[in-house]
C-alpha cells in the first residue's frame, strides 16, 4: 500500500514538469508580450543605473583630482617654506661663525676694523670687491684684508669716504712673495681663489702646508696639489685660499 502511494505521488510529479516543460516552449502571445515588457523596464532601469553610476564616478573623481592637486599644491608650498627656513638658517650659522673669527681677530689684532662686503668678489673680473667701510672708519690703502684668523685674501688698493676697493692676491698674474716652510718663493695669481708657486725639486714642501706673506704672520693659502716630473728641476705646487670667497658677508682690515 505504501509503495502504491509512493509510486502514484512520483507519477504525479513526473506529469507535472512535463506539462511546465511544454508551457514554456508554447509561443504564447501574452507570455511574450509580458516577456519584452520586463525587458524593456530591465533595460531601462540598467541604463538608469548604470549612467547614475558613471555620473557620481565622473563627478566622484573629479572631486578626488581636486581634492589631491589642492593638497599637493600646500605641500608645495610648505616644503617651499621649509627649504627657505633651511637657507635662511644656514645663511644665519655662517654669519655667526664669521662673527666669531671676527671677534677673534679683534682680540689679536684690536687696531683691526670689521667691515660688511657689499659685493660678489667672485662677480668681478678684475678679482676685486667692495666693503662698506672707507677712509672716515679709519680704511687706508694697503691695508690688510683677512677672512679668517692668520689668513690674508688681499689688501686695500683704494678707499672712498665710507666703502673701499679690496684687490685678492689670487687676482690672475698678480705676484706676491711668500714662504712655505724654509722656502721663498713667488706667489702667481690664478683667479678664483687659487694660485701657484714654483719651488726647487726636492724642496720639503707638503700637502696643507701654508703659503705665508713674508715678513706677515698671515696665510694667503694652503698647499692642495703638488706637480712634479722626473726630468723637470722644479716643482709647481697648487695653492687654494680656505675662505669660501662668494659667502664672504664680513672681512677683518688690518692696517699695514
Known amino acids: 500500500m505504501n509503495w502504491y502511494r509512493h509510486n502514484r505521488l512520483y507519477t ?22 509580458l516577456r519584452a515588457g520586463t525587458r524593456s523596464v530591465a ?17 566622484g573623481g573629479l572631486s578626488s583630482r581636486a581634492k589631491l592637486a589642492t593638497e599637493n599644491q600646500k605641500l608645495r608650498e610648505e616644503i617651499a617654506r621649509l627649504e627657505s627656513l633651511s637657507l635662511h638658517n644656514d645663511i644665519l650659522r655662517s654669519e655667526n661663525a664669521t662673527l666669531r673669527g671676527m671677534f677673534s681677530l679683534r682680540a689679536a689684532y684690536p687696531e683691526g676694523i670689521a667691515a660688511p662686503v657689499l659685493s660678489n ?11 662698506g667701510s672707507g677712509t ?18 688681499g689688501r686695500i688698493v683704494e678707499a672712498d669716504a665710507h666703502t673701499a676697493l679690496v684687490g685678492l692676491f689670487s687676482a690672475p698674474d698678480k705676484e706676491t712673495e711668500v714662504m712655505i716652510g724654509k722656502v721663498r718663493t713667488m706667489y702667481r695669481g690664478k683667479g678664483d681663489g687659487n694660485g701657484i708657486v714654483v719651488v726647487p725639486r726636492g724642496a720639503a714642501v707638503a700637502l696643507g702646508d701654508a703659503a705665508v706673506l713674508s715678513g706677515r704672520p698671515f696665510a694667503i693659502g694652503f698647499v692642495g696639489i703638488i706637480q712634479s716630473k722626473p726630468e723637470d728641476a722644479e716643482t709647481t705646487v697648487l695653492v687654494r685660499v680656505p675662505a669660501n670667497l662668494p659667502s664672504l658677508s664680513f672681512v677683518y682690515i688690518i692696517p699695514e
Do not use: C
Not at 136 to 153: F, L, M, N, T
Open 12 to 33: 504525479l510529479v513526473l506529469v507535472l514538469v512535463l506539462l511546465f516543460g511544454v508551457l514554456i516552449e508554447i509561443q504564447n502571445p501574452v507570455r511574450d508580450s
Open 43 to 59: 533595460a531601462v532601469a540598467w541604463v538608469a543605473v548604470h549612467g547614475m553610476g558613471n555620473t557620481i564616478d565622473r563627478y
Open 121 to 131: 668678489p667672485s662677480a668681478s673680473p678684475y678679482s676685486t670687491f667692495v666693503i
Open 136 to 153: 672716515e672708519e679709519g680704511i687706508k690703502a694697503g691695508a690688510y684684508v683677512v677672512s679668517a684668523p692668520r689668513v690674508a685674501i
